[in-house]
Protein backbone atom coordinates (compact mmCIF):
# COMPACT_ATOMS: atom_id res chain seq x y z
CA UNK A 1 0.00 0.00 0.00
CA UNK A 2 1.28 3.64 -0.88
CA UNK A 3 0.68 6.30 1.62
CA UNK A 4 1.25 9.77 0.51
CA UNK A 5 0.94 13.74 3.07
CA UNK A 6 0.43 16.73 1.30
CA UNK A 7 1.02 20.00 3.15
CA UNK A 8 1.32 23.66 2.11
CA UNK A 9 3.95 27.17 3.16
CA UNK A 10 2.70 30.09 2.43
CA UNK A 11 -0.86 30.71 2.22
CA UNK A 12 -1.13 33.67 4.37
CA UNK A 13 1.76 36.06 3.67
CA UNK A 14 1.67 39.31 1.98
CA UNK A 15 4.99 38.10 -0.08
CA UNK A 16 6.96 35.16 -1.34
CA UNK A 17 5.29 32.60 -3.07
CA UNK A 18 2.89 29.73 -2.11
CA UNK A 19 4.56 26.17 -1.79
CA UNK A 20 2.51 22.48 -1.55
CA UNK A 21 4.62 19.77 -0.67
CA UNK A 22 4.24 15.93 -1.82
CA UNK A 23 5.95 13.23 0.39
CA UNK A 24 5.34 10.10 -1.13
CA UNK A 25 5.60 6.39 0.95
CA UNK A 26 5.01 2.73 0.41
CA UNK A 27 4.11 0.77 3.57
CA UNK A 28 6.19 -2.09 4.91
CA UNK A 29 4.17 -3.29 7.82
CA UNK A 30 1.71 -1.57 9.72
CA UNK A 31 1.35 1.94 9.34
CA UNK A 32 3.89 4.96 9.09
CA UNK A 33 5.61 6.07 12.42
CA UNK A 34 7.95 8.04 14.73
CA UNK A 35 10.40 6.38 16.82
CA UNK A 36 9.90 6.27 20.09
CA UNK A 37 12.69 8.23 21.09
CA UNK A 38 13.01 11.13 18.05
CA UNK A 39 15.93 10.41 16.54
CA UNK A 40 19.13 13.05 17.15
CA UNK A 41 19.78 13.71 13.03
CA UNK A 42 15.93 13.47 11.61
CA UNK A 43 12.93 14.79 13.32
CA UNK A 44 9.81 14.66 10.72
CA UNK A 45 6.71 16.66 12.28
CA UNK A 46 4.87 20.23 12.12
CA UNK A 47 8.09 22.42 10.41
CA UNK A 48 6.60 25.33 12.53
CA UNK A 49 7.99 23.86 16.00
CA UNK A 50 11.02 22.58 13.88
CA UNK A 51 12.24 25.88 13.19
CA UNK A 52 11.00 27.42 16.40
CA UNK A 53 14.13 24.99 17.99
CA UNK A 54 17.92 26.28 18.05
CA UNK A 55 19.73 25.94 15.37
CA UNK A 56 16.11 25.20 13.67
CA UNK A 57 16.73 25.96 9.80
CA UNK A 58 19.85 23.98 9.96
CA UNK A 59 18.04 20.92 11.60
CA UNK A 60 15.51 21.08 9.25
CA UNK A 61 17.60 21.42 6.13
CA UNK A 62 19.85 18.81 7.03
CA UNK A 63 16.88 16.33 8.01
CA UNK A 64 15.11 17.19 4.33
CA UNK A 65 18.29 16.65 2.18
CA UNK A 66 19.20 13.30 4.10
CA UNK A 67 15.93 12.65 2.96
CA UNK A 68 16.21 13.59 -0.63
CA UNK A 69 19.35 12.00 -0.66
CA UNK A 70 18.48 8.76 0.58
CA UNK A 71 15.85 8.74 -2.55
CA UNK A 72 17.87 10.09 -5.07
CA UNK A 73 21.12 9.18 -4.38
CA UNK A 74 23.18 11.91 -3.33
CA UNK A 75 22.00 15.57 -2.29
CA UNK A 76 21.04 18.47 -4.45
CA UNK A 77 24.28 21.29 -4.93
CA UNK A 78 21.68 23.92 -5.72
CA UNK A 79 18.12 25.36 -5.26
CA UNK A 80 18.32 24.84 -9.05
CA UNK A 81 18.14 20.97 -8.42
CA UNK A 82 15.81 20.76 -5.48
CA UNK A 83 13.22 22.86 -7.91
CA UNK A 84 13.50 19.65 -9.91
CA UNK A 85 11.03 18.63 -7.04
CA UNK A 86 8.74 20.74 -9.18
CA UNK A 87 7.84 19.59 -12.47
CA UNK A 88 5.94 23.04 -13.55
CA UNK A 89 8.03 25.36 -11.86
CA UNK A 90 10.34 26.20 -15.29
CA UNK A 91 7.37 27.30 -16.80
CA UNK A 92 5.93 28.72 -14.35
CA UNK A 93 9.20 30.89 -13.84
CA UNK A 94 9.62 31.50 -17.71
CA UNK A 95 6.30 33.07 -18.09
CA UNK A 96 6.27 35.15 -15.17
CA UNK A 97 10.02 36.51 -15.20
CA UNK A 98 9.89 37.56 -11.77
CA UNK A 99 13.31 39.53 -11.30
CA UNK A 100 13.77 38.34 -7.77
CA UNK A 101 13.33 34.80 -8.70
CA UNK A 102 15.77 34.52 -11.92
CA UNK A 103 18.82 33.60 -9.80
CA UNK A 104 18.51 30.17 -8.66
CA UNK A 105 21.89 29.17 -7.95
CA UNK A 106 22.11 29.04 -4.18
CA UNK A 107 24.70 26.85 -2.83
CA UNK A 108 22.84 23.67 -0.95
CA UNK A 109 23.05 23.29 1.84
CA UNK A 110 22.90 26.99 3.17
CA UNK A 111 22.73 26.21 6.61
CA UNK A 112 23.62 22.56 7.28
CA UNK A 113 27.09 21.47 7.65
CA UNK A 114 27.52 18.40 5.11
CA UNK A 115 27.99 16.16 7.49
CA UNK A 116 24.50 17.03 9.27
CA UNK A 117 23.23 16.03 5.93
CA UNK A 118 25.26 12.99 5.49
CA UNK A 119 23.96 11.32 9.32
CA UNK A 120 20.34 12.37 8.36
CA UNK A 121 20.74 9.95 5.03
CA UNK A 122 22.27 7.51 6.63
CA UNK A 123 19.84 7.31 9.62
CA UNK A 124 16.86 7.56 7.05
CA UNK A 125 18.79 4.66 4.96
CA UNK A 126 18.73 2.21 8.25
CA UNK A 127 15.51 2.91 9.11
CA UNK A 128 15.96 4.29 12.14
CA UNK A 129 13.91 8.10 11.63
CA UNK A 130 10.53 5.81 10.33
CA UNK A 131 9.00 3.28 11.46
CA UNK A 132 6.51 1.16 9.01
CA UNK A 133 7.66 2.53 5.43
CA UNK A 134 9.95 3.77 2.96
CA UNK A 135 10.13 7.22 1.26
CA UNK A 136 9.97 6.88 -2.16
CA UNK A 137 9.08 10.45 -3.22
CA UNK A 138 8.88 13.90 -3.11
CA UNK A 139 7.37 16.48 -4.80
CA UNK A 140 6.62 20.43 -4.87
CA UNK A 141 4.29 22.77 -6.21
CA UNK A 142 5.58 25.74 -6.26
CA UNK A 143 3.83 29.51 -7.81
CA UNK A 144 4.90 32.70 -7.20
CA UNK A 145 3.16 35.93 -6.44
CA UNK A 146 2.12 37.06 -9.94
CA UNK A 147 0.23 33.69 -10.70
CA UNK A 148 -1.04 34.00 -7.40
CA UNK A 149 -3.04 36.78 -7.91
CA UNK A 150 -3.91 35.53 -11.45
CA UNK A 151 -5.35 32.48 -10.50
CA UNK A 152 -7.24 34.24 -7.50
CA UNK A 153 -8.93 36.94 -10.36
CA UNK A 154 -9.74 33.71 -12.18
CA UNK A 155 -11.23 31.57 -9.35
CA UNK A 156 -12.10 34.44 -7.46
CA UNK A 157 -11.53 32.45 -4.41
CA UNK A 158 -8.30 31.67 -2.84
CA UNK A 159 -9.47 28.49 -1.45
CA UNK A 160 -10.24 26.70 -4.61
CA UNK A 161 -7.09 28.33 -5.64
CA UNK A 162 -5.01 26.48 -3.30
CA UNK A 163 -7.70 23.01 -3.53
CA UNK A 164 -7.24 22.85 -7.42
CA UNK A 165 -3.46 22.59 -6.79
CA UNK A 166 -3.60 19.95 -3.88
CA UNK A 167 -6.42 17.60 -6.44
CA UNK A 168 -3.31 18.70 -9.15
CA UNK A 169 -0.70 16.78 -6.57
CA UNK A 170 -3.28 13.91 -5.59
CA UNK A 171 -3.85 13.12 -9.53
CA UNK A 172 -0.24 12.27 -10.43
CA UNK A 173 0.14 9.53 -7.99
CA UNK A 174 -3.19 7.61 -9.05
CA UNK A 175 -2.31 4.52 -10.83
CA UNK A 176 -4.70 1.57 -11.35
CA UNK A 177 -4.34 -1.89 -9.07
CA UNK A 178 -2.51 0.48 -5.91
CA UNK A 179 -3.94 0.59 -2.99
CA UNK A 180 -3.52 4.09 -1.94
CA UNK A 181 -3.97 6.59 1.28
CA UNK A 182 -3.83 10.11 1.02
CA UNK A 183 -3.36 12.67 4.17
CA UNK A 184 -3.72 16.50 3.99
CA UNK A 185 -3.33 18.99 6.40
CA UNK A 186 -6.49 20.29 6.85
CA UNK A 187 -6.47 24.08 4.80
CA UNK A 188 -8.52 26.59 6.56
CA UNK A 189 -11.39 25.94 8.59
CA UNK A 190 -13.39 23.70 6.41
CA UNK A 191 -15.17 20.88 7.59
CA UNK A 192 -16.92 19.32 4.61
CA UNK A 193 -14.90 18.19 1.51
CA UNK A 194 -17.18 16.31 -0.55
CA UNK A 195 -18.31 19.91 -2.88
CA UNK A 196 -15.04 20.36 -3.56
CA UNK A 197 -13.88 16.83 -4.47
CA UNK A 198 -16.72 16.84 -6.48
CA UNK A 199 -15.42 19.41 -8.41
CA UNK A 200 -11.96 18.47 -8.53
CA UNK A 201 -13.36 14.64 -9.88
CA UNK A 202 -16.40 15.19 -11.22
CA UNK A 203 -18.62 11.63 -12.05
CA UNK A 204 -16.31 10.10 -9.36
CA UNK A 205 -18.23 8.07 -7.18
CA UNK A 206 -17.87 9.79 -3.16
CA UNK A 207 -18.24 8.64 -0.12
CA UNK A 208 -18.20 10.20 3.34
CA UNK A 209 -15.97 7.81 5.92
CA UNK A 210 -16.32 10.90 8.52
CA UNK A 211 -16.70 14.20 8.84
CA UNK A 212 -16.14 16.29 12.39
CA UNK A 213 -14.38 19.68 12.76
CA UNK A 214 -10.81 17.94 13.29
CA UNK A 215 -10.98 15.41 10.09
CA UNK A 216 -12.84 14.28 7.03
CA UNK A 217 -12.20 11.35 5.31
CA UNK A 218 -13.44 10.23 1.91
CA UNK A 219 -13.27 7.04 0.04
CA UNK A 220 -13.53 8.24 -4.04
CA UNK A 221 -13.55 5.48 -7.33
CA UNK A 222 -12.04 6.70 -10.60
CA UNK A 223 -11.58 4.57 -13.05
CA UNK A 224 -8.00 4.47 -11.90
CA UNK A 225 -9.12 2.39 -8.73
CA UNK A 226 -10.07 3.77 -5.78
CA UNK A 227 -8.01 5.56 -2.80
CA UNK A 228 -9.17 7.40 0.24
CA UNK A 229 -8.15 11.14 0.79
CA UNK A 230 -8.51 12.64 4.61
CA UNK A 231 -8.21 16.18 5.50
CA UNK A 232 -6.58 16.60 9.19
CA UNK A 233 -6.15 19.57 11.59
CA UNK A 234 -2.89 19.92 12.94
CA UNK A 235 -2.05 16.53 10.88
CA UNK A 236 1.48 17.60 10.41
CA UNK A 237 1.76 16.92 14.15
CA UNK A 238 -0.05 14.10 14.15
CA UNK A 239 0.74 12.28 11.14
CA UNK A 240 4.47 11.08 9.55
CA UNK A 241 2.97 11.73 6.05
CA UNK A 242 1.73 14.96 6.39
CA UNK A 243 4.77 16.37 8.42
CA UNK A 244 7.82 15.57 6.12
CA UNK A 245 5.44 17.22 3.29
CA UNK A 246 5.18 20.19 5.78
CA UNK A 247 9.03 20.02 5.80
CA UNK A 248 9.60 20.02 2.46
CA UNK A 249 6.97 22.78 1.36
CA UNK A 250 8.51 25.29 4.50
CA UNK A 251 11.96 24.37 3.22
CA UNK A 252 11.34 25.71 0.03
CA UNK A 253 9.51 28.79 1.10
CA UNK A 254 12.78 29.71 3.39
CA UNK A 255 14.77 29.33 -0.15
CA UNK A 256 12.91 31.27 -1.77
CA UNK A 257 12.43 34.32 0.45
CA UNK A 258 16.52 33.94 1.05
CA UNK A 259 16.49 34.32 -3.18
CA UNK A 260 13.86 37.01 -2.45
CA UNK A 261 15.71 39.19 0.43
CA UNK A 262 19.14 38.50 -1.62
CA UNK A 263 17.75 40.24 -4.62
CA UNK A 264 16.32 43.41 -2.83
CA UNK A 265 19.63 43.92 -0.71
CA UNK A 266 21.66 43.79 -3.43
CA UNK A 267 19.38 46.89 -4.70
CA UNK A 268 18.49 48.52 -1.63
CA UNK A 269 21.48 47.72 1.06
CA UNK A 270 21.04 47.84 4.67
CA UNK A 271 17.38 46.70 4.43
CA UNK A 272 16.22 44.48 6.64
CA UNK A 273 15.18 40.86 5.33
CA UNK A 274 11.30 40.12 5.72
CA UNK A 275 9.82 36.48 6.24
CA UNK A 276 7.08 37.92 4.00
CA UNK A 277 4.24 37.64 6.70
CA UNK A 278 1.50 40.45 6.89
CA UNK A 279 3.16 43.10 9.29
CA UNK A 280 6.69 42.93 8.38
CA UNK A 281 5.78 42.42 4.66
CA UNK A 282 3.87 45.98 5.13
CA UNK A 283 7.10 47.09 6.59
CA UNK A 284 9.35 46.19 4.06
CA UNK A 285 7.23 47.73 1.33
CA UNK A 286 7.14 50.68 3.41
CA UNK A 287 11.14 50.75 3.74
CA UNK A 288 11.31 50.22 -0.22
CA UNK A 289 8.69 52.87 -1.42
CA UNK A 290 10.48 55.42 1.45
CA UNK A 291 13.68 54.71 -0.50
CA UNK A 292 11.81 55.17 -3.93
CA UNK A 293 12.79 51.46 -4.66
CA UNK A 294 9.89 49.90 -5.49
CA UNK A 295 8.44 50.89 -8.97
CA UNK A 296 4.62 50.67 -9.90
CA UNK A 297 5.12 47.82 -11.66
CA UNK A 298 7.57 46.10 -9.65
CA UNK A 299 4.63 46.53 -6.67
CA UNK A 300 1.83 44.78 -8.79
CA UNK A 301 3.70 42.03 -9.39
CA UNK A 302 5.39 41.85 -5.63
CA UNK A 303 2.40 41.84 -3.36
CA UNK A 304 -0.44 39.30 -2.84
CA UNK A 305 -3.48 40.44 -3.38
CA UNK A 306 -5.56 37.87 -0.84
Same mark, same amino acid.
Given at each position: ?27 ? %?? #? @???? $? ?5 ? =??? !???Q *? ?24 P ?37 D ?12 ? %?? #? @???? $? ?5 ? =??? !???? *? ?44 Y ?20 A ?9 ? %? ?50 G ?30
Amino acid at each position: MFVHGIDEAGYGPLLGPLVLGRADFELT %GG #A @LRLP $IRPNKYV =RIG !DSKQ *LLARKQGFARLEAAVLGIYSSIYGAPPETMADWLELDETWAQTAQASKLAWYQEMDLSLPVAADADGVTQAWEEIDK %GR #A @LKGG $IVTGLSL =RVT !DEQT *LNRSWRISGNKHDSLFTQVAELIEEVLEPAERRRIFVDKLGGRSHYEPKLVGAFPFVPIEILEETSANGHYRLEPDT %GPFEVSFHVKGDDRFPAIGLASMIAKYTRELFMRVFNDYWQRRVPGIASTAGYYQDGSRFIADLEARGALEASDREKLIRRR
